[in-house]
């Protein structure tokens, strides 16, 4: 088939295996161009490891470490008529590339919210690796079943106490309206820190320690974003916020778990970046947009693979790692810095639907957005003819 775009508000339902591949392998590439990163871990597992942060924490690890990667992820695969999800395709890309070097990868296809998805981690690990050393937590997920009680949890995206009003710009229609979402219920609040908090990083951990599987020393991470004054309504201060807050609990209660072999566990504060999870967040499309414009213009824009090399060297795997008073990695740090954000503010209330292409880039967040299926790939034929089939054992 001829697989185009099919883009439905912050969703695309196909996605192209060939532009897939050549995403993975456009990060494989910057990272090896970096060189050999040093100190870094052997075995890792990296839970939600399909896309974005977590896509490129595999990709860092196995070719900037040489890393033997366990990964897990929930995505669609392919049949003769519907394309698999962007995930699927970029983890059989991965999988074939890091084989193809010598690597082991191997990957859960299943609920990582499930005991039974850990024990098939663990039993794999055992069999095929050798102790972990990193665990990198990178889910991002709407609804959660807790696996002792059965019962269905689904995130929110709303404030807390006050409705909350904005600008928000349509992705489909490129219309700027103000949105007003009104504020969660502490039910509401709850079943999102049920989602997206620190309980299931917890469970993960509790679950690798008592079958031995972790190495002395190992290390463990869980990725937030924390924003700023325009952000914060919607994501900091809102039901997400208190979910990543959550995470800091975690860290703490995980690093008592491992004190007995070495090991620590830290919260990474990344920078806002089009994924699948962040462009369903209101606002955040055109506060990316705006962002992308300002930290162009001052030569420090970076991809989800650049901030997992800094992740790396300047957090994980440094002998100085920058942490902030909550002991969490900051990688935020070009995005938060003062200018950047007086710039982003002062933009913001400017942008009408007129001047959207010359306030903003726009075009690149759009152009991202598509790349992220597998669209606008160089080198890929996109008016050829191509399976939808891709092999892949994932288990
Ligand atoms: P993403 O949507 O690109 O990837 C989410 C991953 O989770 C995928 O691999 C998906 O398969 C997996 N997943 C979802 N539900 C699952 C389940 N039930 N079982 C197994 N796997 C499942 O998300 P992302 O934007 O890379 O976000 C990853 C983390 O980084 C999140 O915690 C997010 O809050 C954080 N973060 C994102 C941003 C951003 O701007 N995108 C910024 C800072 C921090």
Known sequence: MIIKPKVRGFICTTAHPQGCAANVQSQIEFIKDKGAIAGAPKN????????????????????????????????????????????????????????????YAETINGDAFSNECKDKAIALAQANMGKIDLIVYSLGAPRRQDPITGELYTSTLKPINKGYTAKNLNTDSLTITDITVEPATQEEIDHTV????????????????????????????SYTYLGDKLTWPIYGHATIGKAKEDLDRAAKAINAELQDINGKANVAVL?????????????????????????????????????????????????????????????DDLEMKAEVQAKVEELWPQVTEENLFQLTDYKSYHEDFLRLFGFGWEGVDYEADVSPMVEADFK
Request: net charge negative.
């Open 44 to 103: 890792v597992l990296v839970i939600g490891c399909s896309n974005g942060y977590g896509l490129a924490s595999r990709i860092t690890a196995a070719f900037g470490g040489g890393a033997n990667t366990l990964g897990v992820c929930f995505e669609k695969p392919p049949t003769d008529k519907r394309t698999a999800s962007a995930g699927y395709y970029n983890t059989a890309a991965f999988e074939q590339i890091a084989r193809d070097e010598g690597l």
């Open 194 to 221: 049920k989602v997206m908090g620190g309980e299931d990083w917890e469970l993960w951990i509790k679950a690798l320690k008592q079958a031995d599987v972790l190495a002395d020393g190992c290390n463990t991470v």
């Open 271 to 331: 920078k806002a970046l089009v994924t699948q999870s962040s462009s369903a967040i209101p606002i955040m499309p055109l506060y990316i947009s705006l962002l992308y414009k300002v930290m162009k213009e001052e030569g420090t824009h970076e991809g989800c693979i650049q901030q997992l090399y800094r992740l790396f060297t300047e957090g994980l795997y440094s002998d100085s790692p920058r942490l902030d008073d909550s002991n969490r990695y900051r990688m």
